[in-house]
């Protein structure tokens, strides 16, 4: 239980007189330590986080979250709808559609630039629509349309209206042997998911118009999930798996980005190791205002000691004395950090090589349940700083200390 006396003293404590004045610094020194190593965990936290949720975000708005595929390619999926039917019964599953895709050229533009192509059906579990910068996700289940990425907008020069003439290199039969297939297409949409790969490669069309582009019947190259939570991906691959037979696999978009994922992961953990230093640096700032305090104050303990102060309490006035230092540095570093995060973020302060990085501006996103742990891990250093100076306070004799004053 907290006790009002205990935490008097410890305030008052705190504020050091004129001939005390090196103790103030210290502990000034060890309150700016604190809110340095807080103020930085927020901030590579804040990172990750960004880095993660954007390429999240950005990459299941363009991607199912489970795909079923073929082993060994060949023909494709002729029995798509009767497997189709099978996967809908799974649990988490909320939509599943099939879907075609392959390699095109674009001309008509400026330049022309290879894309993949990829075929959808009106219940797709893509759904571009936030990612919609100019025209209607929807146009595409009419007629000969077709959407573009930003960047591969830019790099042919094609923009909303345009007709593009799309190039299919697996050809028609004639009678003198294979040659590319010619179709003409009408460019209804440019998205944008900030995605650099998927921006600058794919581009959108109907599914009939991909069976009708690639020359096929009704066959799809993949069945694509959606599920009502992404992170249950693994545990309903492995049932659709089972479902799908011994000819289909299926795959998930973790597996798909394990690489990128792992990456940001190990960066968390080498973030918290390495910025941890900082809150060890901090403690023992801690820990040195503390000792010199309880030096300067030998001479006060003995005298409330005298006037009947409990070992325990003077205990308890110099943890409390540190936890007051942590406290104050953890609001300074929560208060700074998230302040940094706000405007980095708004502002964009660091830009990237969209082509290297996928995005053109270090994101920054800030989770409330970080700043609970930060804090409560601040605080835990700060007391563990706080037990070896106490435990020397409270084992001050006062009769020898009072004896020569």
């Known amino acids: 239980m907290l006790s009002g006396f205990e935490i008097f003293v410890a305030a008052r404590y705190l504020k050091a007189r004129r001939r005390e004045a090196v103790i103030s610094v210290v502990t000034a020194l060890a309150v700016l330590g604190v809110a340095a190593g807080v103020m930085a965990m927020v901030i590579a936290l804040a990172v990750n986080n960004g880095f993660r949720d954007t390429l999240q975000r950005n990459l299941l708005g363009a991607t199912p979250h489970v795909l079923i595929l073929e082993k060994e390619p060949s023909t494709g999926i002729t029995d798509w709808r009767e497997l189709a039917a099978k996967l809908r019964k799974l649990p988490h599953v909320v939509s599943v559609a099939p879907a075609l895709y392959g390699q095109v050229f674009l001309t008509g533009g400026v330049q022309q630039a290879g894309a993949l192509l990829k075929g959808l059906p009106s219940d797709s579990p893509i759904d571009l629509r936030p990612h919609m910068i100019q025209g209607s996700f929807a146009s595409i289940r009419n007629g000969d349309n077709v959407l573009l990425g930003s960047k591969l907008s830019q790099a042919t020069g094609l923009?909303?209206?345009?007709?593009?003439?799309?190039?299919?290199?697996?050809?028609?039969?004639?009678?003198?042997?294979?040659?590319?297939?010619?179709?003409?297409?009408?460019?209804?949409?440019?998205?944008?998911?900030?995605?650099?790969?998927?921006?600058?490669?794919?581009?959108?069309?109907?599914?009939?118009?991909?069976?009708?582009?690639?020359?096929?019947?009704?066959?799809?190259?993949?069945?694509?999930?959606?599920?009502?939570?992404?992170?249950?991906?693994?545990?309903?691959?492995?049932?659709?798996?089972?479902?799908?037979?011994?000819?289909?696999?299926?795959?998930?978009?973790?597996?798909?980005?394990?690489?990128?994922?792992?990456?940001?992961?190990?960066?968390?953990?080498?973030?918290?190791?390495?910025?941890?230093?900082?809150?060890?640096?901090?403690?023992?700032?801690?820990?040195?205002?503390?000792?010199?305090?309880?030096?300067?104050?030998?001479?006060?303990?003995?005298?409330?000691?005298?006037?009947?102060?409990?070992?325990?309490?003077?205990?308890?006035?110099?943890?409390?004395?540190?936890?007051?230092?942590?406290?104050?540095?953890?609001?300074?570093?929560?208060?700074?950090?998230?302040?940094?995060?706000?405007?980095?973020?708004?502002?964009?302060?660091?830009?990237?090589d969209e082509a290297l990085y996928s995005m053109s501006a270090v994101p920054f996103a800030t989770h409330a349940m970080d700043a609970v742990w930060i804090s409560a891990a601040a605080l835990a250093v700060s007391f563990l700083a706080t037990i070896h100076p106490a435990n020397s306070a409270a084992r001050i004799a006062p009769v020898e200390t009072l004896r020569y004053e």
């Open 159 to 352: 923009t909303l209206g345009s007709v593009v003439t799309v190039i299919s290199p697996q050809g028609e039969s004639t009678p003198m042997g294979f040659r590319p297939a010619y179709f003409r297409f009408r460019v209804t949409g440019i998205y944008e998911t900030g995605f650099y790969d998927i921006d600058n490669q794919m581009a959108f069309t109907s599914l009939a118009s991909a069976q009708k582009i690639f020359g096929l019947g009704d066959v799809v190259s993949t069945v694509e999930l959606k599920l009502d939570d992404a992170d249950l991906a693994p545990e309903i691959a492995k049932l659709a798996e089972e479902a799908a037979g011994p000819k289909l696999g299926a795959t998930h978009w973790m597996a798909q980005n394990r690489q990128l994922l792992g990456a940001l992961r190990l960066e968390r953990t080498v973030s918290i190791v390495t910025i941890s230093l900082i809150q060890l640096i901090a403690a023992l700032n801690i820990l040195t205002a503390l000792v010199m305090a309880v030096m300067e104050k030998r001479r006060g303990i003995a005298v409330l000691m005298s006037l009947g102060t409990r070992q325990s309490q003077i205990r308890r006035i110099f943890i409390y004395q540190g936890l007051l230092i942590g406290a104050a540095g953890v609001v300074l570093g929560l208060a700074a950090g998230y302040t940094v995060c706000y405007f980095a973020d708004h502002y964009r302060w660091i830009q990237l």
